[in-house]
């Protein structure tokens, strides 16, 4: 059981928007910052967002991210069949001394 | 864009030991984390500790008695030795360089990965 909750999987259709939620405590996301990440398969793993809200070069405005208490959101609007793949947050936790992720969410587009 | 590889057997018997190694496309000048990661199959992605190019470690607990991490004098490869495998220990493995603030081995407040390797399976079995 991850430390960090995502839903399973959220669904939208083209060029419309989804949300991911992940949640966690005052040990993990409530004092520490959020990054997310994209996993397709056969390919290596890619950051999306970093400091809770912050994009990497590469990484189109159409993805965002924000962060309030100790709950993160990760959001991608102009949804593309592209998209469809397995997205995880995560974080430090302090109680644990370990990064945590969460279980991942599966985004599929309708 | 430095890039990473994961490599090393893609078979392992159940309570021998793990051995991966990460090759960094190009040494840097600069001091970096160097992370090891897996997935198991239909599970999350699992932290299991780093590597300072110094090579001082921090391990995730939950592997603690079993992990050991390494650092070449050359900062181009990082290996990762996992001892006593069992069929939960099968997974991808992904290496990725740590970024962010300073980190201490309680407290890292500001820390990602970036970039991963493709990742390499290994199997747990007879």
């Known amino acids: 059981q991850s430390v960090l909750t995502q839903p399973p999987s959220v669904s939208a259709a083209p060029g419309q928007k989804v949300t991911i939620s992940c949640s966690g405590s005052s040990s993990n996301i409530g004092n520490n910052y959020v990054s997310w990440y994209v996993l397709l398969p056969g390919t290596a793993p890619k950051l999306l967002i970093y400091d809770n809200n912050k994009r990497p070069s590469g990484i189109p405005d159409r993805v965002s991210g924000s962060k309030s208490g100790t709950s993160a959101t990760l959001g991608i609007t102009g949804l593309q069949t592209g998209d469809e793949a397995d997205y995880y947050c995560g974080t430090w936790d302090d109680s644990l001394s370990a990064y945590v992720f969460g279980a991942g969410t599966m985004v599929t587009v309708l | 864009q430095v890039q990473l590889q994961e490599s090393g057997p893609g078979l392992v018997k159940p309570s021998e030991t793990l051995s991966l190694t990460c090759t960094v496309s190009?040494?840097?000048?600069?001091?970096?984390?160097w992370n090891w990661i897996r997935q198991s199959a239909g599970k999350g992605l699992e932290w299991i500790g780093r590597?300072?190019?110094?090579?001082?470690?921090d391990y995730n607990p939950a592997f603690k008695n079993r992990v050991s991490m390494s650092v070449d004098t050359s900062r181009t490869q990082f290996s990762l030795k996992l001892t006593s495998v069992t069929a939960a220990d099968t997974a991808v493995y992904y290496c990725?360089?740590?970024?962010?603030?300073?980190?201490?081995?309680?407290?890292?407040?500001?820390?990602?990965?970036?970039?991963w390797g493709q990742g390499t399976l290994v199997t747990v079995s007879s």
């Open positions: 590597i300072y190019t110094s090579g001082s470690t």
């Open positions: 990725a360089r740590g970024r962010g603030g300073y980190c201490s081995p309680n407290s890292c407040p500001r820390y990602w990965f970036d970039p």
């Open positions: 190009s040494a840097s000048s600069t001091s970096y984390y």
